[in-house]
């Protein structure tokens, strides 16, 4: 053991890991370079992972999404146990979209590719996607159950020793509304994934190494000591949180319960609303990305991803809640309820950190989505997303309209009055959104277009805090709730409405909650919104 | 009668300037260090220098080139223009909403860029153009004065005017343009079309607000630089460097400084394709490392490959994304903090960090003993016998080797490893960070770095060249003489150069390419007056037609080379000449089929070359001698041998054809380069260093 454990010191281990994120950053490259799906290359909507051969998370590109932390490595883990070691050879790759062993809707493809050396398996490279269209109704949140959302893809093998199985491709490729984008899109992954293989190759090479596993852990090793140690200075005992949300007919409810122990940390959810007969349910994998998202963001910004840096990181949920639903759930827009959770984490941990944690944004992620028929008489789908203000710190004023904790962009209305028949009469802050405090929140925006179309546009909305407003912490105020209009009207964003010529469709995102309280404000501060005209 | 050129690079710390010689090939250096309160000092005081030093005639100047980083400084320390925005009626927040996206995930204090223009100082004029560019509201003058007095009476010295979908239908733009300047002749304006006529308003909205906060500033300074030129007796034209590695006039420069915001970059990475096209056929990684940062940037043919936006003045210097973002023709390049001050550290893992955090000039690497504690490549150099402490920096420095042994040494303590592991780890480390750097780049290029030679340059380029290169599995360096000051001389071989672009949303299965020649044709028009406006032949210019494609539904643009031109005759075969263009660069970069799904071209570009009549800049090594013969040796530390008694070389003692094996120390007075064992040297007639390295693993 001291032997290995002095191969790999503080210089190889440096050297190597470097390495290897540049291997995934390398492969995110080719993803963004080489797909259709926009979410991709303007949202980062995937990620591209290195795990050892027992499927833990060796190196994630750098630019991946909170939603990816630990998923693709428990997918390469599910493959693991689903297929076996034994059935696997060179030249496979696995591909599912299973919500609950993948990264929660089906929308997102992953892809594994093993890596052998020497006859064994001594790693894994891992993808998955957001891609443009995998069938089932169009982001429809009135689904019931998984099979109105699309083909489902159980954990297979799509190339099997570089025979591709034709009958699944041909399957797909009936099954979605683009097939050359969504199959392209898959195909990209898996060159993205034969590049991570051939890369890792080389890198063993020049090392010469057998196996990563000693190295890899040494390096989990690491980071989890790193991850205890911040831990451990957090005061032990058990922080309680809850939020109301918006819900449907009635409104949900989100508790949680952080229990930090020496270097553990364990959150749980019991208390939390049942699971929906609604696309908004939120599968366990998904939960744990959001807390832990929240919880690394609070103790451990700086340090890149690993298996190791997540151990002491537990998340409970009782099953069949909003945020642990059972099959066959609707799950699509799973990002309504999840990015909730990261601010019921920082509720309970503002407690004993308060100075490492942000009040409520003004998210979950606002998508307006519309389709018809085009004046030339061709069908269209176009989606546009618009985000809220973040929250404040115990430090400073949140940012305007800044997506989180996704990282998704706004499209320019240049681009949108193109693209779709729409015609935009202002998009601005919206003055006084960000609930006041000592630090301020970040203002949301608001958007009004008029339909320009001689034909009914229809039109979906996922608008989440329209009646309940991001919450202040420490004395802030809440943010302004947002609000979605049809020709001046609030209207229901739960069901789909139908526009017609020179009607207008108004959104107003959510501000996000000031902290600390309003007199402590700082007078430059204040004069300076006014001046500005940010209140 | 001699015939010279002068040019001059004005970067963040020093001034070079180089005069060449074209009747003897011979030039002459001189760095200073830069004037910040008036920068035209010292370039002034340094040319005074050299012409008095050298007695050159000042009246046999027949070209002066000048690159300068002013502007990009005042972008970066907000020390331009008070500057307001006019722009469409409900949407003068564009320029702080952005883009909506975060440059760093998990930092929760995380800042936007402060946009140049605060929201006092952003005003809407009524009037609206729609996406298909008809007009749906005129522009009411009312409106349009009622918010420029505002603004002009809250302090506002220039004005950016920024109207939706101006790239189509510039007309209210136009309008707005011709009635301010009529009626408030003492404000500078600049209208959105002038610069960047591109369909995305945050991004030309972001490039227009650049230009107007830097333009009075280059008004008044390019003047005054002009002026001060030809006092000394030199009658030659100014001519400036421009980001994507061309010349240009002054009224041009002053028109859009915001083209020059990354010329002295430019002019390092044309120097690099200059120094490397006849010794490795023109396929470079041209490799330069500072004292805080490194940059790398590809040459293929011979040419350094442009990109089309980059961002200036990042929030988080090394960070996507952080910046304002400009959409400007420049030079592709990277930037790494990796330099000789770079500071080791180890992190919350114990992992040995090198970066990006640097020592500076002040106090620097603990080896200069100006009260540095921190351990630095540097120091790492020193310890491994790459540099010579007692000539370092031509003797300009001195060196404190034990403090610098005693930084590394607490590292040393730290890690529990030896101060050889720890020294070799720095160094190691540091390659490594510019290596990955590189690979995810050239990746992004769809190319393969085993296919280019490393030039390398810097003071610190030729000590990390050679571990760089191995790890990126290169067989070739090429190191070129005085690499320490080579990029000034860049600004002399650059030619004329004129970038354009347009908006077409041009659909190449049904719309009609004469349209498309139209646009050429009226881009190379403009172009050509540019380069008649420069003093050049217009009918030397050469028109390099190219197309930002894409499959219609793809968010993403991939910028190709077209045919030249005309885009006329029988139609179907034009489309098809297109679209095989297209094909062809989609092959290239991703080295994938592409599907069968209709292209559309979003925007077309125009680049304009001629050359510059005048002297040639020629490279030449020493001639005669042969058989080079080492100065001395010193232990110097190398993984393959652990520390070995290495012949050390003088690199002005160097002749054309020596030829001697690795390992080898080469000192020059700007830099030192490094040759592991097993390689080959050779100085090529050009005067560069070449060296070959040994196959083998690439770590």
Known sequence: MTEQKSRYDSILLEVVWTRMISIVDEAAKAIVRTSFSTLSNEANDFACVLTDNRGFSLAQNSGSIPSFIATLPATVRHFIDEIGYDNLEPGDILITNDPWKGTGHLSDVCLVCPIFRGGQIVAFAATTSHVPDIGGRLRAMESRQVFEEGVQIP???????????????????????????????????????ELMQDRLQRLMDDYALDEITALADELFDRAEAA?????????????????????????????VAVTVKDSDILVDYDGTSPSQPRAINCVMAYTYAMSAYAIKCALLPELANNEGMFRPIKVVAPKDTLVNPSYPAAVVARASTGHYLPVVVFGALQQVIPNKVMAAAGSPLWVL??????????????VLFYNGGMGATSGKDGEGCLSWPSNISSSPIEISERNSPLFCQFKRFAVGSGGNGKHRGGLGQEIEFISESERPIITLFMAERTRIAAPGFDGGEDGQHGAVKINGKNIDTNTQHVMSKGETVYLRTPGGGGYGDAKDRPTHLTKLDRKRGYV | MSDYSLGVDIGGTFTDIVVYDHTTNQQL???VLTTHDDPSRAVIDGAAHLLDAH?????????????????????????????????????RDFLEIGRERKYELYDIAIEKPEPLVPRDLRREVIERITSDGAVRTPLDTNSLFTSADRLITSGAESIAIVFLHSYLNAAHEREALDALTTKYPDVSFTASFEVAPEIREYERGSTTVANAYVKPLAENYLESLAGKIAGLGVDATLLLMISSG?????????????????????????????????????????FDMGGTTAKLSLVDDGEPLIAYTFEAARQKRFMENSGLPIRISTIELIEIGAGGGSIAHTDALGLLKVGPRSAGSEPGPAAYGQGGTAATVTDADFALGYLNADNFAGGTVTIDLAAGTKALDSLATETGLSREQIAWGVHDVVNENMASAARVHIAERGRDPRNYALLC??????????????????????????????????????????????TVGFRLNDHDPAELECVFNNLERDAQGVIAATGLDPASTQFNRLADGRFVGQGFDLVVNLPGGPYTGDRASVRQSLVDAFMAGYREKFGRTPPNVPIEFMNVRLSATAPVPGGEVLLSGNKGGGGATPTGTRPAYFPETGYVDTAVYDRPGLHVGD???????????GSTLIVGPGAKVRVADTGNVIVTLPEGASV
């Open chain 1, 155 to 193: 954990l297979m093998k799509i190339i099997s020793a570089g025979k591709t199985d034709e009958t699944l491709v041909k399957l797909l490729t009936q099954n979605v509304r683009t097939p050359e984008q969504t199959i392209g899109d898959i195909w990209a992954q898996i060159s993205a994934c």
């Open chain 1, 227 to 255: 991850m205890r140690k911040v831990i451990s200075d957090v005061p032990d005992g058990t922080y309680r949180y809850t939020i109301d949300t918006d819900g449907a007919e009635e409104t949900y409810h989100f508790a």
């Open chain 1, 369 to 382: 989505t519309q389709t018809g028929i085009n004046d030339d008489g061709k069908p269209y789908t176009n």
């Open chain 2, 29 to 31: 250096n001189r760095k």
């Open chain 2, 55 to 91: 007695e050159l005639d000042p009246g046999e100047f027949s070209r002066f080139v000048h690159a300068t980083t002013l502007f990009t400084n005042a972008l970066v320390e907000r020390k331009g223009a008070v500057t307001g925005l006019l722009t469409t009626d409900g949407f």
């Open chain 2, 246 to 286: 061309g010349l240009t006039h002054v009224a041009e420069a002053k028109r859009t400084p915001v083209q020059m915001l990354e010329s002295g970059p430019a002019a390092g990475a044309l120097a690099g394709a200059f120094f490397g096209a006849e010794d490795a056929g023109g396929n470079l990684l041209a």
């Open chain 2, 457 to 502: 340059t810097g003071g610190a380029g030729p000590v990390h060249a050679y571990y760089v290169a191995k790890k990126l599995g290169l067989k070739q360096i090429i190191c070129p003489a005085s690499a320490g000051v080579a990029s000034a001389l860049g600004l002399l071989v650059a030619p004329g150069r004129v970038d354009r672009v347009a």
């Open chain 2, 659 to 669: 030829e001697f094996p690795g390992p080898a120390i080469i000192e020059d007075s």
